[in-house]
């Protein structure tokens, strides 16, 4: 069993928690289902507190995905600050002068992880922070996550990121500096992982920051498909270090327990389906991959410190 308490201490930085996002340059890939499944994986097979934040639009698919969006939405007016303010200039002000400003952003589920959902104000975050000196236009995130996030105790922050690359995107890329890359099969897709590749490189050259592919996360396999398990092979032998433990086997119980405001762990055993019992181990591996990773990351970090 690995031990956790490296998560304080996780990233180079202390009192930090591990940070990861899912992001591909594409929508449809499965971001948000496997932000939810990755989340609630960590917090219930390793009682790890985790919060998950939607930046992938208005539409709100995390908060859907946990049965909350109606008390969201109707919310949603009187909700100030929200996660389109933490992008602002003003950010630090507001949040000396609004009581527990972060705390009401968070929603608890009914599962394991809580919530910052996204809020219609993200439509012009992304317009905003182009008249931002380039300086400080994709740093505005990280600042949240570590001066008004990182003090609450989280052990992991799970980004669930816009499908295509802007602003808000590179924000969640520099604050978190690893990217999960969840991936359906195909050989469209296939291409894109290969050119996220090549844009990690580009931003890590440009910026001079601290960026990686974290994990490759295979989503809707099906094994009985050539063109699945040829793909998955050359995935393997292309990534043997970063693609994740099993692939997401495609499953009519996942949409099945999404429709009812819930992730298949959520689900009784009694009522999945078979191949949905393999999504849920098949998520638990990923999340037992990620933190050995995090862990062997330390570990080199620490060795290279002394």
Partial sequence: MVSYMYLYMSDQR???ALRAALFM???GVTKTTSTAHL?????REYGLDVLLIDLAGKQGDLSKQFGIHNE???????AWPNISTVFAEEWSTIAEKVPDAVEDMIWETDENVDLIPAHEGLDSVDDDLASVNVEDRYTRLDEFLTNYVDPLGYDVVLLDLPGLTNNVTL????ATGRVIAPLTMGEFEERQLDQLVADIDEIVAGFDVDLELAMVLPSMYDKRANVDTEMLA???EQYPDRIAPSPITDSQGVPNAQAEGRTVFAVPNDELLATAKRVKDA???AATALLQRVDGETATTSTETN
């Fill in 14 to 16: 202390t009192n930090r």
């Fill in 25 to 27: 340059d594409k929508g």
């Fill in 39 to 43: 989340g609630e994986a960590l917090a």
């Fill in 72 to 78: 969201v939405r109707a919310a949603e007016d009187d």
């Fill in 171 to 174: 924000n969640g890329l520099f």
């Fill in 234 to 236: 050359r995935l393997r």
């Fill in 283 to 285: 998520y638990t591996d």
